[in-house]
């Protein structure tokens, strides 16, 4: 899988997130409450119209990054995906050397997270 400049960053400019305040993806809140949980379910619909979200969130797995929604995940999320790829997985990942495995896997949670995510809120 081709990934836009990870390592540079040059897949920021093509974001669906570029001109939005940073707030939207960094809710300040808990994550347990309510509003935080309505602010992330926001910042995942803006993931989920995203031409580069795969690349935002192979981004914050390589950091890795600990706060804030990417790619449509959000810090609890992105740990267990770490998890659940193991070691071996986030070593390859952060030397930029995933196996299609690898993808497949991150490809299919984040697209079920997002699915999820951006639906109204009932």
């Known amino acids: 899988m081709a990934m836009l400049g990870v390592a540079t960053n040059a897949w920021k400019t093509l974001g669906a ?17 309510r509003s935080a949980d309505e602010d992330y379910r926001r910042a995942r619909m803006r993931c ?9 969130l192979l981004a914050a797995l390589q950091r890795p990054e600990r706060y804030g929604v990417w790619g449509g995940l ?29 993808w497949q896997l991150i490809a299919d949670i984040q697209a079920r997270r997002l699915r999820r995510g951006a639906r109204p809120a009932a």
């Open 17 to 33: 997130c570029r001109d939005d305040s940073t707030a939207v993806y960094y809710p300040g809140r808990e994550l347990s409450s």
């Open 48 to 56: 989920a119209e995203c031409p580069v979200a795969m690349n935002c």
């Open 74 to 102: 959000d810090p609890r999320e992105r740990t267990t995906l770490m998890d659940r790829l193991g070691t071996p997985a986030m070593e390859r990942i952060r030397s930029g050397e995933p196996t299609d495995a690898d």
